[in-house]
């Protein structure tokens, strides 16, 4: 039928399909038999983030994040100090030393942070 969505019953999961003109309204689960409100699945999401105490974060999983960081902070120093070394290879002293100092620098803020 067109219109019409699903989601899931507040009380026991199982799902409800309903028409768009129903959203935001409290029906009978046809179901477990009790109250609950047809919202569309984006919002049925959003309310279960913040009401629901099971969630990690309303963020949704950041673990993927959090490895990017460190990834980040492992070789964004360690690039710096092959570029520096290149750049002494090519007679830049300056440049060259300058990058292995602030690479190095780097890497030991890095790793004093993810070590604590």
Do not use: W
Not at 52 to 73: C, F, I, N, R
């Amino acid at each position: 039928m067109e219109g019409e969505v699903k989601c899931n019953c507040q009380r026991c999961g199982k799902p409800i399909a309903f028409p768009l003109d129903l959203n935001n309204t409290e029906a009978t689960c046809p179901h477990c038999g009790k109250a609950t409100t047809l919202l569309l699945p984006r919002a049925e999401q959003r309310i279960r983030a913040v009401s629901s105490p099971a969630k990690e974060s309303a963020y949704g999983d950041l673990g993927g994040l959090v490895l990017a960081g460190y990834l980040t902070a492992i070789f964004l120093p360690l690039i710096g100090f092959i570029i520096g070394i290149i750049l002494l290879a090519k007679n830049r002293p300056g440049s060259g030393i300058g990058c292995i100092i602030v690479s190095v620098i780097c890497g030991i803020i890095a790793l004093a942070i993810f070590s604590s």
